[in-house]
């Protein structure tokens, strides 16, 4: 079973930056990682995706060229840059997981950020 373990989430000011990161564990080789994130009152939405191995990304439209998705320092954690975030990201993120060839979906727990203007 897949786990995951986001961090990094808080308070930033819009224009600045922020990092979240996902430590993965419990997947043998291949496995997509992906961000997701909440708003109150809103459903999730999908922010962007990582293959490993391959780093192969993809992103969502509301965030493309303003987040990196990427790997992190070590080989299983997958980071999400956040530049120039505005008001309208804050959200709670949360880590994804997904092997392939399954229809098991794993989370983490989410982390709280609040972008202010």
């Known amino acids: 079973q897949v786990q995951l373990v986001e961090s990094g989430g808080g308070l930033v000011q819009s224009g600045g930056s922020l990092r979240l990161s996902c430590t993965a564990s419990?997947?043998?080789?291949?496995?997509?990682i992906s961000w997701y994130r909440q708003a109150p009152g809103k459903e999730r939405e999908w922010v962007a995706t990582?293959?490993?191995?391959?780093?192969?990304?993809t992103y969502s439209d509301s965030v493309k060229g303003r987040f990196t998705i990427s790997r992190g320092n070590t080989e299983n954690t997958v980071n999400l840059q956040m530049i120039s975030p505005e008001p309208e990201d804050t959200a709670v993120y949360y880590c994804?997981?997904?092997?392939?060839?399954?229809?098991?979906?794993?989370w983490g727990q989410g982390t709280q950020v609040t972008v202010s203007s």
């Open positions: 994804n997981a997904r092997l392939p060839f399954s229809s098991l979906n794993y």
């Open positions: 990582i293959t490993i191995p391959g780093n192969i990304t």
């Open positions: 419990g997947y043998s080789s291949r496995v997509y």
